[in-house]
């Protein structure tokens, strides 16, 4: 709708002939004044603000996920890699920040970036008590394999500083506290870029953005994201082409923002069988 494309009044629509359903916000980002709400053809509501459950038109059929993960991977890195070199060419970017936790993700987004010439800063960002020694080691392990500067930056107590002027409690705010963790690592990141006239690395994959997994403003935050067009489960299959060391290709998937956080617990299934379902609905719905 423009400025100038003229307003309808609820009560003029023509429910007889069109349904209406009235968004507001797109993402979270504010369209309009008003509020969410549905009405059928026949003009009574449908939903107000939240709905869980609705009827619609449609022939109800049987899902069957079986998912086709595979990827070529050489094409996948060179496309990749050339992209990086593109943006990184355009925007004169002299440095590219990622944070690197143990993990496969970012231990994928740090081999492809090792094939792309501009100066890196790996980051390394443990929370003592949280962050497994095992992670640590292979964060480590990584960097030195790619011969690549690393730095590494003990945030407990930033976070514990934040938790004290906010009073958070541990428990009851342990959620609040994890999604903190998230933006105070995203803050150093950028610090760090900044400093450097460089860009941060996201690490996010295709599965995560789809579920929404991650922390808004915090590992959501980031300049370009190298593997977010692939599920986890091709994630695993490109590691292991990029040569990542097996004990990190099969470590379970955990954003360690609390003690013994797993995603599986968090979402209700494993990666394998979530990418079936969103491999389907990506293909078939």
Partial sequence: MTKKT???????FDFEKF???EVCDVCGKPLLEGQKFGRRKSNDALCHENCLYFS?????????????????????????????????????????????SGGIDSAVCAYLLSKVNVKKI?????????TPPEDIKDAKEISKILNTETICIEINPLVEKFKEILNFDEEQDKKTIGNLTARVRMCILYAIANKNSGIVCGTGDKSEILLGYFTK???????????????????KILAMSLGVPEKITAKKSSPRLW???????EIGMDYDEIDKILMMMEKEM
């Avoid at 003229?6 to 003029?12: F, L, R, Y």
């Avoid at 595979?70 to 925007?91: A, L, S, T």
């Fill in 6 to 12: 003229p307003k309808t009044k609820i009560s003029e």
């Fill in 19 to 21: 349904g209406l359903i």
């Fill in 56 to 100: 619609v038109d449609k022939q109800i059929r049987k899902l069957n996920p079986t998912g086709n993960f595979n990827i070529n991977c050489k094409d996948f890195e060179e496309k990749c890699v050339k992209f990086i070199d593109d943006y990184v060419q355009r925007n004169d970017v002299k440095c590219i920040v990622l944070g690197v």
């Fill in 122 to 130: 790996f980051v390394m960002m443990p929370m003592n008590g949280i």
């Fill in 217 to 235: 403003y915090g590992d959501g935050g980031c300049d370009i994201m190298p593997i977010a067009d692939i599920y986890k489960t091709q994630v």
């Fill in 259 to 265: 003690k013994n956080q797993k995603a599986i617990d």
